[in-house]
């Protein structure tokens, strides 16, 4: 069965800092593999989808790394603000399936 | 461009109660989910609509019905709801292939007392 982890659960670091934040799932066989964010109260957002097939995806200061065998995925954000505090989750799809299984995110505060 | 819209935003029902959650897209998506959202426990799929006209279940079906209306909205039943339903309910859709990025509403918070 797919597990799902983020590790640290909670993240605090000062505004400018670039930082990594942390996905590793159990079974390397995965279909794609997506990163969201979520603010308080509000629904998830889609912030990069990477295939399989891919290493890495990039959209503005965020760059996303994926590598299936040793189960990792990496979501990095360069010259961190304020305004990225949120929590970040990671899902992975196993399958032709429309099945998500996610991890139970990782709440980052980018302090001022 | 509403995106993905759910009503309520927030319920409290007493056991045994019955409510619907609505959800409507206009992105003109295929595939819509039903996912909750509880501490702990990250998302679990709760039932999905591939298309219009088809759902199947997913993680936890159990005490849920679903329907889809038409190709715009997917509705979310509880039939006689009990405290552990008490959850963070989040509607979700996408374009349809399963490579497809998920968009989200933003939630109702139900609370069975």
């Known amino acids: 069965k797919q597990e799902v982890t983020q590790i640290p659960a909670a993240l605090s670091v000062p505004e400018g800092e670039n930082l990594v934040l942390n996905c590793s799932f159990t079974?390397?066989?995965?279909?794609?593999l997506q990163w969201f964010r979520q603010d308080p109260g509000k629904g998830l957002t889609s912030l990069l989808l990477?295939?399989?097939?891919?290493r890495e995806q990039t959209s503005g200061r965020l760059n996303a790394s994926l590598d299936k065998s040793s189960g990792r995925s990496t979501l990095y954000i360069a010259a961190s603000q304020p305004g990225d505090s949120a929590t970040y989750l990671c899902a992975v799809r196993m399958d032709s399936s429309y099945k998500l299984i996610f991890g139970s995110g990782t709440r980052l505060l980018v302090r001022p | 461009n509403a995106g993905v819209t759910q009503t309520p935003k927030f319920q409290v029902l007493k056991t045994g109660q019955s409510m619907t959650l609505q959800c409507a897209q206009d992105?003109?998506?295929?595939?819509m989910y039903w996912y909750r959202q509880d501490p702990g426990m990250g998302l679990r799929l709760i039932y999905y609509s591939a298309s219009e006209g088809t759902t199947d279940k997913g993680e936890v079906p159990n005490g849920y019905n679903v329907s889809r209306l038409n190709k715009r909205e997917f509705s979310l039943r509880l039939e006689s709801a009990a405290p552990s339903q008490t959850s963070v309910y989040f509607c979700?859709?996408?374009?349809?292939?399963?490579?497809?990025?998920?968009?989200f509403g933003s939630g109702t918070q139900l609370s069975v007392l």
């Open positions: 979700a859709s996408s374009a349809g292939p399963t490579n497809e990025k998920l968009f």
């Open positions: 990477i295939q399989s097939s891919q």
């Open positions: 079974d390397s066989a995965i279909y794609n």
């Open positions: 992105m003109n998506h295929n595939s």
